[in-house]
């Protein structure tokens, strides 16, 4: 019995798949607002001692409401995703205040290819990180809605930020992050923790960047990208996996 739980537990955890590979971006492209899909402006996102870093030192001291993203290469509809996250170092000049330690993932998202060349953020879903300084209460886990609405408890709610009372977590400590996407439910998980739950994402039928993809889709948002974000301050990503349900 003992033998078959132990080949039951290694066969999960190797349903998880990395999709960083600690050396390169391959399989990941970048948007950045004022540059085409795939041109990672000032090198933006790059890979230094196997992790994904998140740095400005090539933007002149002017963040410039240069919101970026690094999409992987594959959509999915039902998965686990895991990482860990960090924020490091001082916010780039001229990013705004509500970015500061401010990162996260963007899920069920439309494709970088997809995007305007202006455009800040991709329609979808996004797990928030926040971090906070020193006997702060800033919660992480958040959930952001840009271009869609979500659902909860059988309501759709319209707040495109969501505060969640997530840990507030101090400094550069990594943060382990878990998103599940299933059939009936998507999680917010923070160090091993629930934090928060709903139950599906649709298109916000009045945002202007989700009305060109509703003629090509159903209101549902059912499947799309994963992409981690630039948001003005650095930060770090490593241990990046996913398993599909």
């Known amino acids: 019995m003992l033998a078959a739980i132990a080949t039951l537990l290694i066969a999960q955890k190797e349903d998880f798949k990395p999709i960083f590979n600690g050396k390169n971006l391959e399989g990941w492209t970048a948007k950045i607002k004022g540059y085409e899909s795939g041109d990672n402006f000032a090198n933006t996102f790059r890979v230094a001692n196997g992790v994904i870093q998140v740095n400005y030192d090539g933007y002149g001291g002017k963040f410039e409401d240069r919101f970026g993203h690094l999409f992987y290469e594959t959509e999915y509809k039902h998965f686990i995703m895991r990482l860990e996250y960090r924020f490091t170092g001082t916010q780039c000049p001229g990013g705004p205040g509500w970015a500061y330690k401010n990162s996260g993932i963007m899920y069920l998202g439309q494709t970088a290819e997809s995007m305007g060349k ?128």
């Open 118 to 245: 202006d455009q800040s953020f991709p329609v979808s879903a996004e797990f928030q990180f926040l971090g906070a300084d020193a006997g702060q209460t800033r919660g992480t886990g958040n959930l952001c809605s840009p271009g869609t609405n979500i659902w909860k408890d059988g309501k759709m709610i319209t707040q495109h930020v969501i505060e969640v009372n997530g840990p507030s977590i101090e400094g550069e400590a990594w943060v382990k992050a878990e998103l599940e996407v299933n059939a009936t439910n998507i999680i917010h998980r923070i160090n091993g923790k629930e934090v928060y739950r709903y139950e599906k994402v649709e298109f916000d039928p009045g945002d202007a960047d989700a009305k060109p993809l509703l003629k090509k889709n159903s209101l549902a948002v059912t499947k799309g990208t994963v992409s981690l974000q630039s948001e003005s301050h650095p930060v770090e990503f490593r241990n990046i996996e996913i398993k599909k349900l």
